[in-house]
């Protein structure tokens, strides 16, 4: 596609359910970054892939958090036990080359409400 | 870790100009990035700057001055439609990570 995908748009679950959120990057970027973005906060960074290397999962807030990147392409979020405060537009983007400043291209988000 | 500190809210007149500020903290810094969000929609890259001096693209500007930790955006000929959110990221370390800040929401009025 001509941009970054991401699916679903809006996902409402139960509290303590588990949900996944999917990621396609722009084809042949090799840098994919996860963010969320609550109401009226600004983007928290969530973890970073680069190339082949080990992600960066300094930003992931419990161990409930974790994701996956298969191929070098379509990354998966998963949150598990989800809570309230989970609650929020979560972000994916992507970059032509990591370790460098270049431009990233988001996606629309998934807007997770835990209810 | 990294402090970057926006406006939270600005409004300006169509056709006017506004500057929106950014001031940041940090260690290894590599380069400042401003990006556009219209509610609802994803953010949208801008500028960014690496060293000193001022970017002109267009109606939008973006300077920086490293030593002074500081950056600001310059919209000229502002339209009814450059009314988002205006986010400061800055990239330092080896990982090139953006940090965010928390935006700038402008609103331009008749």
């Known amino acids: 596609g001509a941009g970054v995908s991401q699916s679903p748009s809006n996902k409402v679950t139960e509290k303590g359910k588990d949900v996944e959120l999917r990621c396609d990057p722009i084809?042949?970027?090799?840098?994919l970054y996860w963010y969320r973005q609550s109401l009226g906060q600004g983007l928290e960074f969530l973890i970073y892939?680069?190339?082949?290397?080990?992600?960066?999962k300094s930003g992931l807030p419990s161990d409930r958090f974790s994701a996956e990147r298969t191929g070098g392409s379509v990354s998966t979020l998963t949150i598990q036990r989800t809570q309230q405060e989970d609650s929020a537009v979560y972000l994916c983007?992507?970059?032509?080359?990591?370790?460098?400043?270049?431009?990233?291209?988001f996606g629309q988000g998934t807007r997770l409400t835990v209810v | 870790g990294q402090n970057i500190d926006q406006p939270t809210e600005m409004t300006a007149t169509e056709g006017a100009i506004v500057q929106i500020n950014c001031t940041y903290q940090?260690?290894?810094?590599?380069?400042l990035f401003w990006y556009q969000q219209h509610a609802g929609e994803a953010p949208t890259f801008l500028s960014y700057?690496?060293?000193?001096g001022l970017e002109e693209k267009g109606r939008f500007s973006s300077f920086l001055s490293r030593s002074k930790g500081y950056s600001y955006l310059l919209l000229k000929e502002l339209q009814m439609k450059d009314s988002a959110s205006y986010l400061c990221?800055?990239?330092?370390?080896?990982?090139?990570?953006?940090?965010f800040g928390r935006g700038t929401s402008l609103i331009v009025h008749p």
């Open positions: 990221a800055v990239s330092s370390g080896g990982s090139y990570i953006p940090t």
């Open positions: 700057n690496v060293l000193d």
């Open positions: 892939f680069q190339g082949n290397s080990a992600p960066d």
């Open positions: 983007a992507s970059s032509p080359v990591e370790g460098r400043n270049t431009e990233a291209f």
């Open positions: 940090t260690s290894g810094f590599n380069g």
């Open positions: 084809s042949g970027h090799t840098a």
